[in-house]
T-cell receptor, first 116, second 116 residues
Framework: NAGVTQTPKFRVLKTGQSMTLLCAQD?????MYWYRQDPGMGLRLIHY???????AKGEVPDGYNVSRLKKQNFLLGLESAAPSQTSVYFC???????????????FGAGTRLSVL | AQSVTQLGSHVSVSEGALVLLRCNYS??????LFWYVQYPNQGLQLLLK??????LVKGINGFEAEFKKSETSFHLTKPSAHMSDAAEYFC??????????????FGKGTKLSVKP
């Protein structure tokens, strides 16, 4: 029962470098999300996707890009990393239908990113 | 616009004491409400979800929450704290847009400490 898997778990970047965070889910969920978590700020939505090939901006999208080429994968890209992007990044997925599971998001274990 | 306010960024209780974590929300339509728990260096796990079927919602690990529309509150309680309850707790709200997916808005979190 893998659920939502994020890779890598840790990463250190220098300012200006680029990287891609990978999220994979095996629950056949339509919806996927990327959040960042900063101390005292809770979780803030970066981008989300309601299906393969579709993405949308969340609350804090600047400096990030995403792609959803396959239903099970959601990639988060940083083209030119900045120290302000030092954070813990979480991916989540959720069921799109009705019923008891509606709107419940399932989270990965997170990626800890430091930008020096 | 939706918002979630969690009163108290840190709450400390003694083992065996009542746990009360406060959450107030604002929503223009009947909401879905959630409590998630985050243990150190892990992702978020669902504790419980309110869907309007019952105002008192029972979750995992002995937690429950009561929906009070008149107070726009969804406080989380547990009668007797255990050392293993030490974690950060997040309240979240989602609106149901006529059957379509609503994104989650998270509170800033409350860190619960349990003293022996």
């Amino acid at each position: 029962n893998a659920g939502v898997t994020q890779t890598p778990k840790f990463r250190v970047l220098k300012t200006g470098q680029s990287m891609t965070l990978l999220c994979a889910q095996d629950m056949n969920h339509e919806y996927m999300y990327w959040y960042r978590q900063d101390p005292g700020m809770g979780l803030r939505l970066i981008h989300y996707s309601v299906g393969e090939g579709t993405t949308a901006k969340g609350e804090v999208p600047d400096g990030y890009n995403v792609s959803r080429l396959k239903k099970q994968n959601f990639l988060l890209g940083l083209e030119s990393a900045a120290p302000s992007q030092t954070s813990v990044y979480f991916c989540a997925s959720s069921y799109s239908g009705s019923g008891i599971a509606k709107n419940i998001q399932y989270f990965g274990a997170g990626t800890r990113l430091s930008v020096l | 616009a939706q918002s979630v306010t969690q009163l108290g960024s840190h709450v400390s209780v003694s083992e065996g004491a009542l746990v009360l974590l406060r959450c107030n929300y604002s929503s223009s339509v009947p909401p879905y409400l959630f409590w998630y728990v985050q243990y150190p260096n892990q992702g978020l796990q669902l504790l419980l979800k309110y869907t309007s079927a019952a105002t008192l919602v029972k979750g995992i690990n002995g937690f429950e929450a009561e929906f009070k529309k008149s107070e726009t509150s969804f406080h989380l309680t547990k009668p007797s704290a255990h050392m293993s309850d030490a974690a950060e707790y997040f309240c979240a709200v989602s609106e149901d847009y006529g059957g379509s997916q609503g994104n989650l808005i998270f509170g800033k979190g409350t860190k619960l400490s349990v003293k022996p």
